[in-house]
């Protein structure tokens, strides 16, 4: 008996939807993308294809080094291939509070819900628990990376980034830092305690993946009130020594603004007590930014961080409307996170849909009129190649090209029980090899406003499945 030991390539054929900037979504109505899937990389990404027989005649040398197999969604009309989402801002153990906060705003919502259910993980079975039904639901809402905020408690972060790696979600993980006026019952014992907890935390995270590709630590100053100057400062060093990524919430609530100002009399604004921290790097992540004055916007761009729009929960939580345009023509990297549980919902789909509306209602009290309005493929952009730009991982994620990992989901509208009708008129392909590539944009439209995790048959991340049957 012979085995055959050739290593596996596949080709994903069919229609595919690709962000090739932050504001331009490319529609390919038949096409077909070549995986090597040892590495997950993409080897060939093809527009003009009439037949996936005409594939493997052209890429023919291939079957001689691989056994090639071939996904193809052309038996739908209403299928496309779609890079997995990014989110770049989400609290998981906040994930059983979803849909909680009442009439609430920031800092009493913190106290009411937040504070209480977080100290709660302490419980390191509880933790897991929570963990895995969080990567789950996010995993099978398209998410295939994601830059998550623990707790403060060095095991259940730990947990956390086991249960991203078992389950192949990539993930930023951080162990939450809180070293004043934060409640006697969840808080740091003292900043020497809190340096040893994240440098523990660093260390196991980075011991689990060297590389940084499926899962890395991340500083978490939870914002500038919780953190002493001194914490902060020790962040900062700690950053640029170790090249690491940090995340934070910034200029969120008008409260929590004026409450920084009372904090760090000395310091100019917000932005600028993290500025001044060394905590404002090129993979730093800023939650929010509801509020930012210009000055904070050129600090943002000079240094090279990026900012997580979290509309949903700046709704949900009565934040406020950031002015995503203005950040996006001044140059900023942005993208798009739940902010579970500030935001009710775990998709980021949903999190795009949110973004588009909350840019009407910037439209319609600005002078700028239509020109701050974000369109469909701008929305859907951010929480995609957006993300991958704000995690600084725009060489290997985010879009269909050359050299970049396969990390990505299979749409399905046609799937039974879908949230969203096809008719006949809207199905991109027209016969006789015909295409109309208005239809497919349509029928994008149609998946951000109506669609949902239903519609999302596989998810794969480094060319593996981990989503969807086979
Ligand atoms: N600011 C400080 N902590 C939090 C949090 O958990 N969620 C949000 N939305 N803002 C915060
Ligand atoms: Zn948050």
Redesign the pocket.
Not at 96 to 105: L, Q
Not at 311 to 317: A, E, G, K, Q
Not at 373 to 382: G, N, R
Not at 399 to 420: C, H, M, Y
């Given at each position: 008996m012979t085995v055959d030991t050739k290593p596996t390539f596949t080709i994903y054929y069919g229609t595919f939807v690709n962000p090739v900037s932050i504001s331009d979504l490319e529609y390919v109505v038949t096409g077909a993308i070549g995986v090597n899937d040892k590495s997950g990389t993409i080897e060939f990404v093809e527009r003009n294809v009439s037949s996936v027989d005409q594939v493997l005649a052209d890429k023919a040398s291939l079957l001689v080094q691989y056994t090639v197999n071939v996904i193809s969604n052309t038996d739908k009309q209403a299928s496309f291939f779609f890079p997995g989402f990014f989110d770049t801002h989400i609290?998981a153990p906040?994930y059983p509070n979803c849909g909680i906060f009442g009439k609430s705003t920031?800092l009493d919502w913190?106290e009411t819900y937040?504070f209480p259910l977080e100290s709660s993980l302490s419980n390191i079975d509880k933790a897991k628990f929570v963990y895995n039904k969080v990567i789950d639901r996010t995993l099978r809402s398209g998410t295939t990376t994601a830059s998550y905020?623990a707790t403060v408690h060095v095991g259940a972060t730990k947990a956390l980034a086991d249960v991203a790696l078992e389950r192949g979600q990539r993930a930023f993980v951080g162990r939450v830092c809180m070293t004043q006026n934060s409640p006697d019952y969840y808080c740091d014992a003292s900043e020497e305690a809190a340096q040893a907890a994240d440098l523990e935390v660093i260390d196991y995270v980075t011991g689990l993946d060297p590389t940084r590709e499926r899962v890395a630590p991340i500083l978490t100053p939870?914002?500038a009130p919780?953190c002493t100057p001194a914490t902060m400062k020790w962040m900062g060093q700690v950053m640029h020594e170790r090249d690491l990524a940090c995340q934070t919430?910034l200029s969120?609530n008008v409260k929590?603004i004026a409450w920084v100002k009372e904090l760090f009399p000395e310091n100019d604004s917000y932005t600028d007590v993290y500025d001044k921290a060394g905590i404002l790097g090129k993979r730093t992540i800023l939650?929010?930014c509801v509020h930012l004055s210009d000055t904070e916007v050129a600090t943002i761009k000079a240094r090279g961080s990026g900012i997580s729009h979290?509309p949903t929960?700046n709704s949900s939580?009565t934040s406020g409307e950031a002015p995503m345009r203005r950040y996006l023509d001044a140059g900023v990297k942005c993208s798009l996170g739940t902010?579970l549980s500030?935001g009710y919902a775990p998709s980021v789909l949903e999190v795009a849909r949110q973004a588009l509306l909350v840019s009407r209602h910037v439209a319609m009290k600005s002078s700028r009129g239509d020109a701050d309005k974000l369109s469909v493929a701008e929305v859907l952009c951010l929480g995609t190649i957006g993300g991958a730009q704000v995690c600084e991982m725009a060489d290997q994620l985010g879009s269909f090209e050359v050299g970049k990992k396969w990390d990505a989901q299979l749409i399905d509208l046609e799937v039974e029980n879908s949230p969203v009708d096809v008719f006949e008129w809207q199905e991109p392909r027209i016969g006789e090899g015909g295409e109309d590539l208005n239809r497919l944009e349509n029928l994008v439209a149609k998946w951000l406003f109506g669609g949902d995790d239903r519609n999302v048959s596989r998810v794969w991340v480094d060319g593996r499945q981990v989503i969807g049957s086979k």
């Amino acid at each position: 008996m012979t085995v055959d030991t050739k290593p596996t390539f596949t080709i994903y054929y069919g229609t595919f939807v690709n962000p090739v900037s932050i504001s331009d979504l490319e529609y390919v109505v038949t096409g077909a993308i070549g995986v090597n899937d040892k590495s997950g990389t993409i080897e060939f990404v093809e527009r003009n294809v009439s037949s996936v027989d005409q594939v493997l005649a052209d890429k023919a040398s291939l079957l001689v080094q691989y056994t090639v197999n071939v996904i193809s969604n052309t038996d739908k009309q209403a299928s496309f291939f779609f890079p997995g989402f990014f989110d770049t801002h989400i609290h998981a153990p906040q994930y059983p509070n979803c849909g909680i906060f009442g009439k609430s705003t920031l800092l009493d919502w913190l106290e009411t819900y937040t504070f209480p259910l977080e100290s709660s993980l302490s419980n390191i079975d509880k933790a897991k628990f929570v963990y895995n039904k969080v990567i789950d639901r996010t995993l099978r809402s398209g998410t295939t990376t994601a830059s998550y905020y623990a707790t403060v408690h060095v095991g259940a972060t730990k947990a956390l980034a086991d249960v991203a790696l078992e389950r192949g979600q990539r993930a930023f993980v951080g162990r939450v830092c809180m070293t004043q006026n934060s409640p006697d019952y969840y808080c740091d014992a003292s900043e020497e305690a809190a340096q040893a907890a994240d440098l523990e935390v660093i260390d196991y995270v980075t011991g689990l993946d060297p590389t940084r590709e499926r899962v890395a630590p991340i500083l978490t100053p939870r914002f500038a009130p919780s953190c002493t100057p001194a914490t902060m400062k020790w962040m900062g060093q700690v950053m640029h020594e170790r090249d690491l990524a940090c995340q934070t919430h910034l200029s969120e609530n008008v409260k929590e603004i004026a409450w920084v100002k009372e904090l760090f009399p000395e310091n100019d604004s917000y932005t600028d007590v993290y500025d001044k921290a060394g905590i404002l790097g090129k993979r730093t992540i800023l939650a929010h930014c509801v509020h930012l004055s210009d000055t904070e916007v050129a600090t943002i761009k000079a240094r090279g961080s990026g900012i997580s729009h979290c509309p949903t929960s700046n709704s949900s939580i009565t934040s406020g409307e950031a002015p995503m345009r203005r950040y996006l023509d001044a140059g900023v990297k942005c993208s798009l996170g739940t902010d579970l549980s500030g935001g009710y919902a775990p998709s980021v789909l949903e999190v795009a849909r949110q973004a588009l509306l909350v840019s009407r209602h910037v439209a319609m009290k600005s002078s700028r009129g239509d020109a701050d309005k974000l369109s469909v493929a701008e929305v859907l952009c951010l929480g995609t190649i957006g993300g991958a730009q704000v995690c600084e991982m725009a060489d290997q994620l985010g879009s269909f090209e050359v050299g970049k990992k396969w990390d990505a989901q299979l749409i399905d509208l046609e799937v039974e029980n879908s949230p969203v009708d096809v008719f006949e008129w809207q199905e991109p392909r027209i016969g006789e090899g015909g295409e109309d590539l208005n239809r497919l944009e349509n029928l994008v439209a149609k998946w951000l406003f109506g669609g949902d995790d239903r519609n999302v048959s596989r998810v794969w991340v480094d060319g593996r499945q981990v989503i969807g049957s086979k």
